[in-house]
């Protein structure tokens, strides 16, 4: 190998683990989902144009560990004892109610039921990542094994 290969390699590797450390290291998980891109797709189902991730590496090396978000739950019907949708933003500006996109909202799976929320209650919640672009019944971004880290 050319000495000139071995310090490319040598860059792309440290790169690499300096981006993957920084993600990990990341507070919350809501920005790195605000960087990821959304395209406009005709559904049947619906008779309207969902939206669509678009994933890329950077987010990719999220999916399937342990994030941390804290948001404002936001009572649906998708909600069940062990699952909520929780949003960056209040209720009035949700995804569902208001402006917001798709990368503002994820559902939580808990390892165990929870107690009744209140509308725009906080929570701190922890859980594993998991990634959704072909499910369109589903959230994109899904945490599951989550538990309440604070309220």
Same mark, same amino acid.
């Given at each position: 190998?050319?000495? *000139?290969?071995?310090?490319?390699?040598? &860059?792309?590797? @440290?790169?690499?683990? @300096?981006?993957? #450390?920084?993600?990990?290291?990341?507070?919350?998980?809501?920005?790195? !989902?605000?960087?990821?891109?959304?395209? &406009? %797709?005709?559904?049947?189902?619906?008779?309207?144009?969902?939206?669509?991730?678009?994933?890329?590496?950077?987010?990719?090396?999220?999916?399937?560990?342990?994030?941390?978000? %804290?948001?404002?739950? @936001?009572?649906?019907?998708?909600?069940?004892?062990? &699952?909520?949708?929780?949003?960056?933003?209040?209720?009035?500006?949700?995804?569902?109610?208001?402006? +917001?996109?798709?990368?503002?909202? +994820?559902?939580?799976? !808990?390892?165990?039921?929870? #107690?009744?929320? %209140?509308?725009?209650?906080?929570?701190?919640?922890?859980?594993?990542? %998991?990634?959704?672009? &072909? *499910? #369109?019944?589903?959230?994109?971004?899904?945490?599951?094994?989550?538990?309440?880290?604070?309220?």
């Amino acid at each position: 190998m050319l000495p *000139n290969q071995a310090l490319l390699k040598l &860059s792309i590797w @440290v790169f690499l683990l @300096v981006a993957c #450390h920084s993600l990990a290291g990341q507070n919350s998980a809501w920005d790195s !989902f605000a960087r990821v891109k959304f395209s &406009s %797709k005709y559904q049947a189902d619906y008779g309207m144009n969902i939206q669509v991730p678009q994933f890329d590496w950077t987010i990719r090396l999220l999916e399937g560990k342990e994030v941390t978000l %804290k948001g404002y739950f @936001v009572p649906t019907d998708l909600q069940t004892p062990r &699952s909520i949708i929780l949003s960056r933003v209040p209720n009035s500006s949700c995804f569902f109610c208001g402006g +917001a996109g798709p990368e503002t909202v +994820a559902r939580i799976n !808990f390892k165990q039921a929870i #107690h009744k929320l %209140k509308t725009d209650e906080i929570l701190k919640v922890k859980g594993i990542l %998991k990634l959704n672009d &072909s *499910n #369109h019944r589903e959230m994109s971004f899904i945490l599951e094994e989550a538990e309440i880290l604070e309220k």
